[in-house]
């Protein structure tokens, strides 16, 4: 099982982003999908989740101007980041609790990362 993130890239304070994140492999089903974020010398920080019956949540700091959806059929998760801010700089690391069936056939049920993507507001 992996997860792809992309989406991220260099953008003015203001402005917008959308962030993606494919899981793949012999996925059985995804629960609880979401985004966290580690700006330069901190720890990293939960950004929003969302579980697999839609029901979402946010960080106090982007409530109003992230919105985190999913795509059940492609494993997808996104998070479409507006009014972008300085202090939104950092990688955003995608994560995913997936049940998966293994190499032996049976089924596991484990949290996954993705590699991260950076983004970067300029203000």
């Known amino acids: 099982v992996q997860l792809q993130a992309s989406g991220g890239g260099l953008v003015q304070a203001g402005g917008s982003l959308r962030l993606s994140c494919a899981a793949s492999?012999?996925?059985?089903?995804?629960?609880?999908m979401g985004w966290h974020r580690q700006a330069p010398g901190k720890q990293r920080e939960l950004v929003a989740a969302?579980?697999?019956?839609?029901?979402?949540s946010y960080a106090d700091s982007v409530k109003g101007r992230f919105t985190i959806s999913r795509d059940n059929a492609k494993n997808t998760v996104f998070l479409q980041m507006n009014s972008l801010k300085f202090e939104d700089t950092g990688v955003y690391y995608c994560?995913?609790?997936?049940?998966?069936?293994?190499?032996?056939?049976?089924?596991?049920?484990?949290?996954?990362w993705g590699r991260g993507t950076q983004v970067t507001v300029s203000s």
């Open positions: 492999g012999t996925i059985f089903s995804i629960n609880r």
């Open positions: 969302i579980t697999s019956d839609g029901s979402t």
């Open positions: 994560n995913a609790d997936i049940k998966f069936r293994s190499a032996l056939g049976n089924l596991i049920q484990s949290g996954h």
